[in-house]
Every structure is written in structure tokens, then in C-alpha cells.
């Protein structure tokens, strides 16, 4: 079956615009979570959806948010880039949340 | 706080030789624990979990929760395990990671 399937691959933005990345989970899985990869903080988590309701928020400004529609898919947006949210965003899914997480290939995100 | 902690960034290793990944935990309460691998150009993908107490491409590890130590290990290092390697912390929904170690299997 199809893997986690994020687009686009690779963005460029300037300072102050906005962006809107999209998963694609595995078929039948409901939970998905984003994280954002960075050399100097490593993974951390932003948010998890599940059935449309984000049951969990990491540490990161409004600026971020997130959607997740009825089949499952999800977006993020960010708002007012900065040049700090140049970063790899990674995109999980897994059935319900609290079972094995799969990754997607991710998004390069640079903000100029 | 649930912190994860992999002491190491980089261990670097010759082919045949032992491998051990460090990881260190807090957190109150039961633990959930995993290992992650990123081969290069790859996607992060799942390596191990705690529960399963299964051996996957020879890498085993334990969970000492008197230690709060969930380290990785392989007897024998082979070439085409050079990658970097997370170990994580589920909490509910979402996952800690640790920083990461690189292994660099020279041959």
C-alpha cells in the first residue's frame, strides 16, 4: 500500500508570506501528527489530529496550525514566515495515534 | 517533563565490531519506548519498539527502567548500518525524540 505522501517536496518563501504543506496518510490510518526538523533542535513535535480534532499541540507560536479533513488528509500552515522556520516538516501517520507511526519523505522548507 | 537523551552525536565504528547507541529517559509513569533509523535519502522509519521485544536486522534493546536506559545494541556492525538513529518516547498521541546519533560503519 501507499506510503505517507507529503507535497510539495520543496518550497521557498520569503520572509512574512505564508505556506500551506499537505499529507496524504496511509489508507485507513486516522491519526496524524507533524513535526518539525531542524540541525539545531531536532524533531519536535506540533500537533496530532485524529478524526478531524487536534487532540494534542506542541510548543510552537499560532503561527502554526493545522487542519485534518474527513479522508484523513492533513495540512499545515504557517503564517508570517520567518527565517527560523526553515526547517524539514515531517508528516506521520498511524491508526488511531498510539500505534506505530509512519513518516513521509517530509517538506524542505526555506524561508529567504 | 518527558526529556530523551542520546548522549552521542556521532559513533563511529569498524565492520564486525560491537554496537551500542545510547538513550537515557525521563518520564513519570510507564514508558513507551522506540528506536527510529533515517538511512540516507530514506524516510524515518520505525526500527524497534520495547514491547515487542523483538531483534530487527540484529539490533536488539532493553528497557532498564531502574537506569531509565533504553540503549541499542548489535553485536557485529556491518556497513549498511550507517544511518542515524533516534530513539523516541511516546507519550499518548505524540512522539519525543532524542537528538539522534549518527553511526558510521567503516569498513
Known amino acids: 500500500k501507499a506510503g505517507v505522501t507529503q507535497t510539495p517536496r520543496y518550497l521557498i518563501k520569503t520572509r512574512g508570506q505564508q505556506v500551506t504543506l499537505s499529507c496524504s496518510p496511509i489508507?485507513?490510518?486516522?491519526?496524524v501528527s507533524w513535526y518539525q526538523q531542524t540541525p539545531g533542535q531536532g524533531l519536535q513535535f506540533l500537533f496530532e489530529y485524529f478524526s478531524e480534532t487536534q487532540r494534542n499541540k506542541g510548543n510552537f507560536p499560532g503561527r502554526f496550525s493545522g487542519r485534518q479533513f474527513s479522508n484523513s488528509r492533513s495540512e499545515m500552515n504557517v503564517s508570517t514566515l520567518e527565517l527560523g522556520d526553515s526547517a524539514l516538516y515531517l508528516c506521520?501517520?498511524?491508526?488511531?495515534?498510539?500505534?506505530?507511526?509512519?513518516f513521509g519523505q517530509g517538506t524542505r522548507l526555506t524561508v529567504v | 517533563a518527558q526529556r530523551v537523551t542520546q548522549p552521542e552525536k556521532l559513533l563511529s565504528v569498524f565492520k564486525g565490531a560491537p554496537v551500542e547507541l545510547k538513550c537515557n529517559y525521563s518520564y513519570s509513569g510507564s514508558p513507551e519506548l522506540f528506536w527510529y533509523v533515517q538511512y540516507s535519502r530514506q524516510r524515518l522509519q520505525l526500527l524497534l519498539r520495547?514491547?515487542s521485544r523483538e531483534s530487527i536486522k540484529g539490533f536488539t534493546a532493553d528497557l532498564n527502567k531502574g537506569e531509565t536506559s533504553f540503549h541499542l545494541k548489535k553485536p557485529f556492525a556491518q556497513e549498511e548500518d550507517s544511518a542515524m538513529y533516534y530513539c523516541?518516547?511516546?507519550?499518548?498521541?505524540?512522539?519525543?525524540f532524542g537528538a539522534g546519533t549518527i553511526l558510521r560503519v567503516k569498513s
Open positions: 520495547h514491547i
Open positions: 506521520a501517520s498511524s491508526l488511531k495515534g498510539d500505534t506505530e507511526a509512519f
Open positions: 523516541a518516547l511516546s507519550r499518548g498521541n505524540k512522539l519525543v
Open positions: 489508507s485507513g490510518h486516522r491519526s
